[in-house]
């Protein structure tokens, strides 16, 4: 079992940038694949971008491709989705959540264990 938990959300203007943490406890964070998902209000929850155990293979959504870079320090157990460039339509709970299995996979309800989000407000 793995905990998850995420920090580094809060409130930006366009163009802005904003760095999210995934830290880990429980359960060695490199065993583990690492997902982004965000939601925002009366919206399903959608892929943003995942992250290998090694952190060699990154997979991002077109939405946020060329913005955000999804990266990893497993010494850290920790996870970064770093995100640059922000638009209004970014605004959303982001989530990190872990997946057993290293085959990609882009549906949420593969994923194992969730943290409980943090909030990310872009505004125009």
């Known amino acids: 079992q793995v905990q998850l938990v995420e920090s580094g959300g809060g409130l930006v203007q366009a163009g802005g940038s904003l760095r999210l943490s995934c830290a880990a406890s429980g359960r060695t964070l490199g065993s583990v694949a690492v997902g982004w998902f965000r939601q925002a209000p009366g919206k399903e929850r959608e892929f943003v971008a995942r992250?290998?155990?090694?952190?060699?293979?990154?997979l991002y959504s077109d939405s946020v491709k060329g913005r955000f870079t999804n990266s990893r320090d497993n010494a850290k157990n920790t996870v970064y989705l770093q995100m640059n460039n922000l638009k209004p339509e970014d605004t959303a709970v982001y989530s990190c959540?872990?997946?057993?299995?290293?085959?990609?996979?882009?549906?949420?309800?593969?994923?194992?264990?969730w943290g409980q989000g943090t909030q990310v407000t872009v505004s125009a």
């Open positions: 992250i290998s155990r090694s952190g060699g293979n990154t």
């Open positions: 959540a872990a997946d057993s299995s290293s085959i990609p996979r882009l549906n949420y309800r593969n994923y194992d264990y």
